[in-house]
């Protein structure tokens, strides 16, 4: 997980300077590396979320719930990402 978690944390700082392209990457390469590593599934979802891809980004949040369940952060995010993203369908459809 040493190699996952590495590209776990550069996508973060990467994202704090606003590269998303370049976090989107790390998580990518994070999940690659450990496919059973929530947290990459759950940040690889976020970068997803603002490039707008949203299709990919519920896959990756279902994908992190489903390895960690019980995962309070991640479950958050989630419900956030989906109460968005649900409210902004429902407006586009009037």
Do not use: C, M, T
Request: aromatic residues 10%; charged residues 30%.
């Amino acid at each position: 997980r040493g190699d996952s978690k590495a590209q776990v944390e550069f996508g973060i700082v990467a994202a704090q300077k606003d590269l998303w392209k370049e976090a989107l990457y790390r998580w990518k390469r994070a999940v690659e590396i450990d496919p059973s590593y929530a947290a990459a599934h759950n940040n690889l979802a976020i970068a997803y979320e603002h490039a707008g891809n949203f299709n990919d980004a519920r896959k990756s949040y279902e994908k992190a719930i489903e390895l960690e369940p019980n995962n309070a952060l991640i479950k958050q995010n989630y419900d956030l990402f989906r109460e968005i993203n649900d409210r902004s369908n429902r407006s586009g459809d009037r």
